[in-house]
């Protein structure tokens, strides 16, 4: 299963950026797919949305209003629309695959910086 992210960006403060996740070697349709974030100096990843196969999603409070995760099956791709960006938004954002076994993979993350 391999996961790649795109679309991370140096941007100011109040725009927008849209984060992609295509995914190969795994039946996509089936699995819950995630975006998570690590801030500067911190160890833990963070959720910031979910979104089930059956495209129910989850929303950090941080986010919620601000930011859409969708997925496109025929792709197999996932994306996170992120609109009103704040400095505090800066991170490395990964994509994470849960598999209905509970396997998970992640991708190798894309650098999202917000600046003031």
């Known amino acids: 299963v391999r996961l790649v992210e795109s679309g991370g960006d140096l941007v100011q403060a109040g725009s927008s950026l849209r984060l992609s996740c295509a995914v190969s070697g795994s039946t996509f349709s089936l699995v819950t797919m995630g975006w998570f974030r690590q801030a500067p100096g911190m160890k833990q990843r963070d959720l910031v949305a979910?979104?089930?196969?059956?495209?129910?999603?989850n929303y950090a409070d941080s986010v919620k209003g601000r930011f859409t995760i969708s997925r496109d099956n025929a792709k197999n791709t996932m994306y996170l629309q992120m609109n009103s960006l704040k400095p505090e938004d800066t991170a490395v954002y990964y994509c994470?695959?849960?598999?209905?076994?509970?396997?998970?993979?992640w991708g190798q993350g894309t650098q999202v910086t917000v600046s003031s």
């Open positions: 979910t979104i089930t196969r059956g495209d129910s999603t």
């Open positions: 994470r695959l849960l598999t209905v076994t509970g396997n998970v993979y």
